[in-house]
């Protein structure tokens, strides 16, 4: 395998990073970078750290000498240190709390709490507000513990931006994907079909049943999806060979939540480079507005209506004796 760390990688450019990843010889991993500035999303310090641990030997790994003067920043993230490579890189390491996640894996339910509990410092919102971001990531990991059937269960990555107020999160996983989850219940034929059901409300590979379970709403994706819509932010999601972005809204449109990620301004493809597993990124915009405020009412109304109007299409199909 072969990935290139460019000089500016983030949700918004992420593309040709993406399609550059070379996902052939899976025993080994070659990273190479640019030679004078690298600035990425942790998106991608979480799918490097992904790959990486997909490796049984450390000594299949090989990442040339980085020339860039923002190489620190990959060793302050923990890139090294979770690859177990060693770096020449010396830093000076400050508190990181309230500012940024260095690339972590979680496998359990146990590092999953102590996960959240270090994000909520990082969100820099109100009490229940952070609650309920870090409730939505949490959800977005557990389906990765209790349903990817990943060994290395999750990467996640995370920084604050104080000049934007905005955190920037990733999450990676090498397990079977989206349509080989999904299709446990649906009929996806291809990658980004499985990645539409996937983000529609009340859609989970684990029952057919409107609205999920209890254990299983089909809810985390979509809510994930609804505050970067609501603020104005990008979302990505890549599965298989499925890429979904949405894209930012302008300012002129009305804010709306939908429960087809379809009908949101965005970009998908489904010819990418084959991933094994599913990477999710996304920008968060922590300013205090009303539609932020209201998010959460907006979201259970969109999930309640998606969800009411699916039963309701069901029972009115002709049954046959």
Not at 227 to 250: M, T
Not at 297 to 305: C, F, L, N, P
């Amino acid at each position: 395998m072969k990935i290139h760390l460019p000089n500016s990688a983030f949700l918004g450019n992420i593309d040709p990073f993406l399609r550059g990843f070379d996902p052939s010889s899976p025993d080994f991993l070659k990273i190479t970078a640019n030679d004078k500035w690298i600035s990425v999303h942790p998106l991608v310090l979480s799918m490097i750290a992904a790959l990486g641990l997909t490796i049984k030997s450390t000594g299949n790994i090989y990442c040339e000498r980085l020339e860039a003067r923002s190489k620190h920043y990959l060793v302050r993230m923990g890139l090294f240190k979770i690859l177990n490579v060693l770096s020449a890189i010396s830093v000076v390491e400050h508190e990181a709390a309230g500012r940024f996640i260095p690339v972590i894996q979680i496998r359990t339910s146990d590092e999953l709490t102590k996960f959240i509990t270090e994000m909520i410092p990082l969100l820099h919102l109100e009490s229940e507000q952070a609650k309920t971001i870090g409730y939505i990531v949490s959800e977005l990991v557990r389906n990765v513990i209790e349903h990817a059937q990943a060994p290395n269960g999750a990467l996640l990555c995370a920084q604050y931006y104080k000049k934007s107020n905005s955190i920037r999160l990733g999450i990676a996983d090498t397990g079977v994907g989206i349509k080989a989850t999904i299709n446990q219940s649906y009929s996806a034929g291809t990658d980004i079909e499985a990645i539409r059901l996937a983000l529609s409300p009340g859609i989970t590979g684990t029952t057919r049943r409107e609205g999920g379970t209890a254990q299983n709403a089909g809810a985390g994706l979509f809510f994930t999806k609804s505050i970067a819509s609501v603020n104005r932010d990008f979302f990505v999601i890549y599965s298989g060979k499925g890429f979904y972005k949405l894209l930012k809204k302008h300012s002129t449109v009305r804010l709306s939540l939908n429960a087809d990620p379809f009908v949101d301004r965005h970009s998908k493809e489904n010819n990418f480079p084959f991933w094994q597993g599913t990477l999710v990124g996304v920008d968060i915009t922590l300013d205090q507005t009303k539609e932020f405020s209201l998010l959460l009412d907006a979201i259970r109304k969109t999930y309640s209506t998606a969800v009411r109007e699916r039963r309701k299409a069901r029972y009115k199909k002709a049954r046959f004796v």
